[in-house]
């Protein structure tokens, strides 16, 4: 158990309201990842943060943005939510000095 | 091309049986390789990390061919607990891994 937890795990919104999501771990990872997850695509990489203020894209960065204020926690926040962003958002963690990266339990998203 | 490549599946294999998944590619300076298993509206989970020529872990093997850079998943004496997507992930020498979108298993009694 990597001790990730993420917040809300389901939310239904409406287009155009400003939406953001949690991450949390407890072990001080440095390394926190955002993926989304649609049919057909697999997992893809929203951003990244490899310390505390510091952040990169991923390859489906738009409309989008994150924060990292504190070791535990990186936040994922959708600035004017559209349908397209209906997905299942996880966020995932990785130790020091390895690639294995480690999913918490997701966040379903609808935006009606 | 796609980075990462894998057949969608289903395959569907009866209890007992033994199943092989393959994944291409496309990155020849990818370094670290592994295999991820996702239960049904769940996280994905590491099953194997995949280093140098390949390992074992129960009834589970993993492969690596870097010359042709394909990795196989084995699957020994299939138990119906074993159905679910298998995703392989290939590292891209940076920070980030890429997925590939995941071969479903179905095992049926």
């Known amino acids: 158990d990597a001790g990730i937890t993420q917040s809300p795990r389901h939310k239904v919104t409406e287009t155009g309201t400003p939406v953001t999501l949690r991450c949390h771990q407890t072990?001080?990872?440095?390394?926190m990842y955002w993926y989304r997850q649609d049919p057909g695509h697999g997992l893809r990489l929203i951003h990244y943060?490899?310390?505390?203020?510091?952040?990169d894209k991923g390859e489906v960065s738009d409309g989008y943005s994150v924060s990292r204020s504190k070791t535990e926690d990186f936040l994922l926040t959708l600035e004017s939510a559209t349908s397209s962003q209906t997905s299942v958002y996880f966020c995932?963690?990785?130790?020091?000095?390895?690639?294995?990266?480690?999913f918490g339990p997701g966040t379903r998203l609808t935006v009606t | 091309r796609k980075e990462v490549e894998q057949d969608p599946g289903p395959f569907n294999v009866p209890e007992g049986a033994t199943v092989a998944f393959n994944c291409t590619y496309s990155?020849?300076?990818?370094?670290?390789f592994f295999w991820y298993r996702q239960d049904c509206r769940k996280e994905p989970k590491l099953l194997m990390s995949?280093?140098?020529s390949g390992n074992e872990d129960g009834r589970f093997t993993a492969q690596l061919n870097r010359a042709s850079q394909y990795i196989s998943l084995l699957i020994r004496d299939s138990k119906l607990s074993d159905s679910a997507t298998y995703l392989c992930?290939?590292?891209?020498?940076?920070?980030?891994?890429?997925f590939g979108t995941g071969t479903r298993l179905q095992v049926f009694p």
């Open positions: 995932a963690i990785t130790e020091t000095g390895s690639y294995e990266q480690y």
């Open positions: 072990e001080n990872h440095r390394y």
């Open positions: 943060s490899y310390g505390v203020k510091d952040t």
């Open positions: 990155n020849s300076a990818s370094q670290s």
């Open positions: 995949v280093y140098s």
């Open positions: 992930v290939v590292d891209t020498n940076t920070d980030k891994l890429i």
